[in-house]
Every structure is written in C-alpha cells, then in structure tokens.
Nanobody
Framework: VQLQASGGGLVQAGGSLRLSCAAS????????MYWMRQAPGKEREGVSC????????YYADYLKGRFTISSANDKNTVYLQMNSLRPEDTAIYYC???????????WGQGTQVTVSS
C-alpha cells in the first residue's frame, strides 16, 4: 500500500499549487480520500475530502472556496488545487485514505507547502 503525495513547493501569496496523491495497493473506489495539513506548532487539521465512489466533496470552512479537491479514478489519484494561497496555508499536506465500510486507514508521507508573504 502506498500513498505518494507530490506537488508541494514554495509559492508567493496569491499563487497556486496543485497537489497530487497517487494511491496503490488498495481498492481506491472503496475509500474516502482526505487532504490533511499540519502547520508548525499546530495540530493536524482536515482540509478537504472526496468520496472516490460518488464524487461527494467536503471542505473546511476556513478555505472559503480557495481549494478544490478532485479525483481521477482511472489513475487512482486525488488532487488538491489550491488557489489564492496565503502564508497561513504553509504546512505539510498529507493525503489520507479512510475506508467507506471496513478496512485499514492509510497515510501518505506528506508534501511541504510554503507560502511567502
């Protein structure tokens, strides 16, 4: 089982990044895929999630429409398009797979996003 997150980097405030999380080794369509993040000195928090089976999405209230989650089931990949980035979005972003019914939960290794002011 592997969740490979990528796409992070350094960007100026107001810029955009697109994160990807490539999954392998489990039934992708049987999982909710989450993006979580952890900023320095803070607890890990939820950003967004998507049901890869039916496409239902949820977002943290603080995002205010700046981020969009999507999935490509033919590629077993989930994306997070991040626009209008702010310095407070600086964090390590993790992808997380939670089974819809039963099964194990999986975590990716994280990708660093740094937004400069």
């Amino acid at each position: 089982v592997q969740l490979q997150a990528s796409g992070g980097g350094l960007v100026q405030a107001g810029g955009s990044l697109r994160l990807s999380c490539a999954a392998s080794g489990f039934a992708f369509s049987d999982y909710w895929m989450y993006w979580m993040r952890q900023a320095p000195g803070k607890e890990r928090e939820g950003v967004s999630c998507i049901s890869t089976r039916i496409g239902t999405t949820y977002y943290a209230d603080y995002l205010k429409g700046r981020f969009t989650i999507s999935s490509a089931n033919d590629k077993n990949t989930v994306y997070l398009q991040m626009n209008s980035l702010r310095p407070e979005d600086t964090a390590i972003y993790y992808c997380n797979a939670i089974p819809i019914y039963r099964g194990a939960e999986y975590w990716g290794q994280g990708t660093q996003v740094t937004v400069s002011s």
